[in-house]
């Protein structure tokens, strides 16, 4: 029983999403018994356990901790300079210079540092994405208690997270917003829709199964449901909520109802991930072949996002959504778990 | 209602699939109590009042009768030049000559000649992929009786459907088998989960909307309604069915486990349409800007195939599938059809 296993009342975890949101929606979403996430993959470890201390000081209940799974590239600076030769007539717009780019927004992979950092909290709920961090890293948070959730983009990744112990699968639709999980492939065309996704997961592993992707209220709850899901992971809808720290241009995108068109794309990370289409996506198009590696990439579209924000244009942004961004609803975190798990008031 | 709106008694729609299925899978599923569904993209005129007599001395049920609503394209030379020295070195190992390759496999668009072809017979109900054919052509449809039902993969043709006065709107998400039935765009970015899309559209449209993609027993029945479908349109599923035509390597690869990744290619008719990765496929990548367009580029693989299929071999056979092939069952089509719609013996 998921809501049993992870200590929970209502079947709806709030999926981690870095970048709009900290401890204050996860709190939330907690407080109205869901399971709230904390995006972890953008924090150091003295980080993390400021905003743990933040949230054991506002909440017993579990809340999920975050972290990401994949292996740091090497630097390559051909590519690098490659991709800032693409990137040249937008610097030269923007007035900035290509030589004076500052490292971007780094996403560390899950290390023993952060196993440090964890384990004065022994936190009951661990998820990775990018698959698992090796065995000597999860084996103390098993040691704590803590359960651990991790991402399935495919049949092939479900079965290869069950088999390493995982106690939660979560089953990822192509429909969800935000970084695909998939790291058995970097093939997008392996991606399968929810319907398709979720009850092949259900049948080829022997742990509970989150649905997650295009789902944003109870109906969407029940269907997964009825597919063998025993809850859902919603992002997306929670992006309007007054406590995600969504900027305004993305609040903004999420409510036109001319922008619908979500593309998956590697330009702002060097992964594929899904957003809103915006200037940067239809010019390159959404998927590049000469981006860095993830997460190398993301340094040299950091200053022009910067500096276009700056003057009101969501040219450079990463606009995340799911493709059911008509979901998304302007209520308090509490309201829409509470409205998601059909318990609305 | 959707069963009194068709005549049915089952909300599962037999979805129409040329090239693997003729009258006889159609007639099976109607007698079940569901709607069969007769694809007849790839029939003449005769060809369709020959199968429509069949389908008339064998059942008093209705029967849906599919059509395509392209726009035929003018041929191309240089590109069709092109695209065969893009497929030169198969012809090479194959000892097919590439001067002396016959016209392909066609797909007729729905005209006046169809038109007559149906008069006859008054079907009841009528479907079209890739929009709807001029008004001119409905207006003798409807003045028979016939209910419209049409294909839509975004919320934007499922407005441009129902503004036309579409009787029974398909949301066919791209979990889906065979082409996909876009008309509005030909970007593939645009293509939803139907997890995404069913809701929206169900919320956008004022008639019953028909839930399609990775949809294969009771189950995705139940989600599908929960998201506000009025039944299913499956296919993928039939194909194993002792009443299907599908081909031995066809049929063995789809129950191929290691042979579960589909992807979206143009390679076979010009349009993206989802069949289980194959050779070609994987060599050429299954979306290519080289192909001609829709229908023509079926001329220039059909001798490939047939070729390579004397030899027992699917390298360049389109083994149309959904993403959930593990939904095939190899049973009758009217026991799949009750087990489908939660009426199962």
Redesign the interface.
């Known amino acids: 029983m998921l809501t049993g296993l992870l200590n929970i009342e209502l079947p709806v975890v709030q999926a981690p999403m870095a970048g709009v949101q900290d401890s204050a929606l996860a709190i939330a979403v907690s407080d109205a018994g869901g399971l709230g996430s904390l995006p972890c993959a953008m924090l150091d470890a003295a980080g993390v356990a400021r905003e743990l201390a933040a949230i054991r000081s506002a909440t017993g209940r579990p809340v999920n901790l975050n972290f990401f799974a994949h292996r740091q590239p090497a630097f390559d600076a051909v590519c690098d300079a490659q991709w800032r030769r693409v990137l040249r007539v937008y610097y030269d717009e923007l007035s900035l210079d290509p030589d004076d780019i500052p490292a971007g927004p780094g996403r560390a992979a899950f290390n023993a540092d952060m196993v440090e950092a964890l384990r004065p909290f022994a936190p009951q709920v661990v998820s990775f994405h990018f698959g698992l961090p090796d065995e000597a890293l999860l084996a103390p948070l098993r040691g704590w208690g803590a359960k651990i959730m991790a991402t399935a983009t495919t ?1 092939a990744e479900a079965r290869w997270l069950d088999a390493r112990g995982a106690d939660v699968i979560i089953a990822q ?3 969800a917003g935000g970084h695909r999980g998939m790291f058995l492939s970097a093939d997008v ?2 991606q ?6 979720l ?2 997961v259900v ?1 080829a592993v022997g742990v509970p199964v989150l ?1 997650a ?5 109870a ?2 709850l ?3 449901r ?3 899901a025993s809850g859902v992971q919603v992002g997306t809808a929670y992006l309007l909520c007054p406590e995600a720290t969504t900027g305004a241009l993305h609040r903004a995108a999420l409510q036109d109802e001319t922008r ?2 979500s ?2 794309t590697n330009l702002f990370s060097g992964r594929p991930a899904r957003g809103l289409m915006n200037r940067l996506m239809a010019e390159c198009g ?1 998927m590049s072949g000469q981006v860095p590696a993830f997460p190398l990439a993301a340094a040299a579209v950091a200053p022009l996002r910067a500096r276009a924000e700056s003057l009101g244009r969501d040219d450079f942004s990463p606009l995340w959504s ?3 961004p ?2 998304c609803r302007a209520m308090p975190a509490a309201a829409l778990t509470r409205l998601i798990a059909g318990r609305a008031d």
């Not at 992707?213 to 209220?217: C, H």
């Open positions: 049949v639709g192509l429909e065309s392996t399968l829709g929810l319907f398709a996704l009850p092949q049948r649905a992707g295009g789902i944003a209220d109906a969407g029940a269907a997964a009825a597919l063998g619908r068109h593309a998956l959404p799911g493709q059911n008509a979901g």
